[in-house]
């Protein structure tokens, strides 16, 4: 690798870290406070994007047993954060769905794991505030291009992928 990859991807890595520890920091605080898990937490989300699930469906989005999906979801369905109801078609069939108070939550989740942006996007000058943005609009543009699930992408260079040539 030439020697501009190597610090670019040296830089990228740390910019990684130190986002992830930032973001990360500001997620625990903030689930700690609600007294949520993480799970919970992309329950939430999952149930957001998605409209609905059944307790199968989040059981095989987290791998974990459907008696397991269940606690978190009473403890979601106890605070108010998610609904559950029954399927119009069969009354055996449950789904849950994210109610006003979950997605508020949520929204204050996402504020959370990222104010700490605002401190920084001040420390900036207003020049080093337009020379970075459409940087940062390319590299968005470049990661977004990404398919971090394809399974010809490997995340490290050093992982072998159990295939011949994939990384």
């Known amino acids: 690798m030439d020697k501009n990859k190597e610090e670019l991807l040296e830089n990228l890595q740390e910019l990684g870290h130190f986002l992830m520890h930032r973001s990360m920091k500001g997620l625990f605080q903030f689930a700690k406070k609600y007294n949520l898990s993480f799970?919970?937490?992309f329950i939430l989300s999952r149930l957001k994007k998605w409209g609905k699930a059944s307790v199968?469906?989040?059981?095989e989005?987290?791998?974990?047993?459907n008696s397991a999906v269940s606690q978190l979801l009473d403890k979601l369905v106890q605070s108010?954060?998610?609904?559950?109801r029954e399927a119009p078609d069969d009354r055996r069939k449950k789904y849950h769905y994210i109610s006003k108070k979950g997605e508020?939550?949520?929204?204050?989740?996402?504020?959370?794991?990222?104010?700490?942006?605002?401190?920084?996007?001040?420390?900036?000058?207003?020049?080093?505030?337009a020379e970075m943005i459409p940087f940062l609009q390319k590299l968005n543009g470049k990661i977004n291009d990404l398919d971090p699930l394809s399974h010809n992408h490997c995340y490290h260079r050093d992982i072998n992928c159990g295939e011949?040539?994939?990384c």
Do not use: K, P
């Open 56 to 59: 199968s469906e989040i059981s």
């Open 80 to 84: 108010r954060y998610i609904e559950r």
């Open 39 to 41: 799970s919970q937490l």
């Open 61 to 65: 989005m987290l791998d974990i047993s």
């Open 104 to 129: 508020e939550v949520l929204r204050l989740s996402i504020i959370a794991r990222s104010s700490w942006m605002e401190e920084l996007v001040v420390e900036l000058s207003e020049e080093e505030r």
């Open 164 to 166: 011949e040539n994939q």
